[in-house]
Antibody
Framework: EVQLVESGGGLVQPGRSLRLSCAAS????????MHWVRQAPGKGLEWVSG????????GYADSVKGRFTISRDNAKNSLYLQMNSLRAEDTALYYC????????????????WGQGTLVTVSS | DIQMTQSPSSLSASVGDRVTITCRAS??????LAWYQQKPGKVPKLLIY???TLQSGVPSRFSGSGSGTDFTLTISSLQPEDVATYYC?????????FGGGTKVEIK
């Protein structure tokens, strides 16, 4: 059974940093691309970032480019999102999600989702 | 970047009605289009990928069509358990943008 468990969310002041983690199990982690997707309270889904199986291909939404950094550690079956210069508009539930491909050409659609970790940016 | 526009943003229909949701890409994306269902308070669920391929376990009343820039999600006979918000997503290349969502309610 595929499991994706996010951690690291919380309340943070504007301008500060936060690092999200995602522990994956139930599939061969280093065969697949991974995504971060967020959802602000009462709003729709927003794709944040994706990373290929070997970290050779990485993509970001314009809204986070230059502030957020995605990474993965295949030895630890873990995905990360380093979030710097946080803004109030980054407040959202952040989902870790599994891509359907290895990410060489695209990161694929999302076939499994975690439960999310809540990030609140407020003074 | 390619924009994904869904319509309508919400709809109300009766049980048994045929429901159609549209998703339009600002540039061609071939068939790299997925549809997701998110029920209130729940995690999104993959319904359809490659524009028209039904994900395993999804009821056959759901179907998808389209290619290039125009896509549709159809529920052939709306059921009470289909109350949810539906999202399209492009995945041909980054950014893998979602549409704004369509909220489906029962009349």
């Amino acid at each position: 059974e595929v499991q994706l468990v996010e951690s690291g969310g919380g309340l943070v002041q504007p301008g500060r940093s936060l690092r999200l983690s995602c522990a994956a199990s139930g599939f061969t982690f280093d065969d697949y691309a991974m995504h971060w997707v967020r959802q602000a309270p009462g709003k729709g889904l927003e794709w944040v970032s994706g990373i290929s199986w070997n970290s050779g291909s990485i993509g970001y939404a314009d809204s986070v480019k230059g502030r957020f950094t995605i990474s993965r550690d295949n030895a630890k079956n873990s995905l990360y999102l380093q979030m710097n210069s946080l803004r109030a508009e980054d407040t959202a539930l952040y989902y870790c999600a599994k891509g359907s491909t290895n990410g060489v050409w695209n990161f694929g659609m999302i076939d499994y989702w975690g439960q999310g970790t809540l990030v609140t940016v407020s003074s | 970047d390619i924009q994904m526009t869904q319509s309508p943003s919400s709809l109300s229909a009766s049980v048994g009605d045929r429901v159609t949701i549209t998703c339009r890409a600002s540039q061609g994306i071939s068939n790299y289009l997925a549809w997701y269902q998110q029920k209130p308070g729940k995690v999104p669920k993959l319904l359809i990928y490659a524009a028209s391929t039904l994900q395993s376990g999804v009821p056959s009343r759901f179907s998808g069509s389209g290619s290039g820039t125009d896509f549709t999600l159809t529920i052939s006979s709306l059921q009470p358990e289909d109350v949810a918000t539906y999202y399209c997503q492009k995945y041909n290349s980054a950014p893998h943008t979602f549409g704004g969502g369509t909220k489906v309610e029962i009349k």
